[in-house]
């Protein structure tokens, strides 16, 4: 009979011990292991402002406002939804109800809605961006819209409606920071401020809403339509990184 040393026994031990050690290393690493969130989809409705006959501010005599905003929205929301689920308030040149437009939002259940307008001379540049939150629920109607109670609603109905957007004010100002600080990192845009303002676009939209202003608009000045359309596409481009980056960082 071959006898075994005490040691190898001992060895074989340790072994096992170590092996048993690592795989319980292994399997409890499996499951503290940090995991990487993927980037948040979100439900956006973009809004450009304008439309119709109303034309907003031009440039010359033959490029309107209502034109820019338009091709910015559609560009900015064809980069958006590769990640989000993106909707426009009017995706021609129509008319759409001041109302309607935050409405819109409430009616398709959207997370967040961006305003798209541009900037007027001589308060603007090229390379400035503003981005505004609603700030205040009291509102003068210029006579061209209609406020809610001249339509046959009732007083109490208007009430409500005008203080949707104040109770979520905090967020979206907290939009409107991340918005601009985004803006800024793109390189596009050298100076963007953020600033709240009572907004009748905004005022009725029941979730964070924010303006964006870009571009300026020059009454005396002139620009070639591929120059446009080129400005528009950088536009669009730093708008729409920054609206994503943003979802991200906005808490719930």
């Known amino acids: 009979m071959t006898i075994v040393p005490i040691g190898y026994f001992l ?3 340790r072994r096992l011990f170590r092996s048993s050690l690592i795989v319980i290393l ?3 690493l499996l499951f503290l292991r940090p995991v990487a969130l993927p980037c948040m989809a979100a439900a956006i409705l973009i809004d450009p402002g304008h439309g119709g006959d109303d034309h907003g501010a031009s440039i010359g005599k033959t490029y309107f406002e209502k034109q820019f905003t338009l091709a910015l929205a559609r560009k900015t929301a064809r980069l958006l939804s590769s990640s989000h689920h993106v909707e426009l308030t009017r ?3 129509i008319l759409v ?5 935050a409405g819109m939002a409430n009616h398709l259940k959207m997370d967040l809605m961006i305003s798209l307008h541009a900037a007027v001379a001589p308060y603007c540049s090229d390379h400035k961006a ?3 939150f ?4 009291r509102l003068v109607y210029p006579t061209r819209i209609s406020a809610p109670n001249q339509t046959g609603e009732s007083e109490i109905h208007h009430s409500a409606w005008a203080k949707l957007q104040i109770r979520h004010r905090d967020r979206s100002r907290q939009l409107a920071a ?3 600080q985004f803006l800024l990192a793109g390189g596009v845009f050298d100076q963007t401020t953020v600033d709240g303002a009572p907004l009748a676009v905004l005022m009725g939209a029941d ?3 924010v303006l964006i202003e870009v571009g300026c608009m020059r009454r005396t000045g002139a620009i070639s339509i591929s120059k446009m359309d080129q400005q528009i596409s950088t536009y669009a481009q730093s708008i729409a990184n920054a609206v994503n980056l943003a979802v991200n960082e906005l808490q719930p």
């Open 11 to 13: 060895a074989n031990r």
């Open 207 to 209: 979730l964070p809403a």
């Open 97 to 101: 109800p001041i109302n309607d437009r």
């Open 134 to 137: 609603h700030e205040d629920e």
């Open 130 to 132: 503003a981005v505004y």
């Open 26 to 28: 292994m399997i409890a």
């Open 178 to 180: 991340l918005i601009k």
């Open 91 to 93: 995706n021609s040149d």
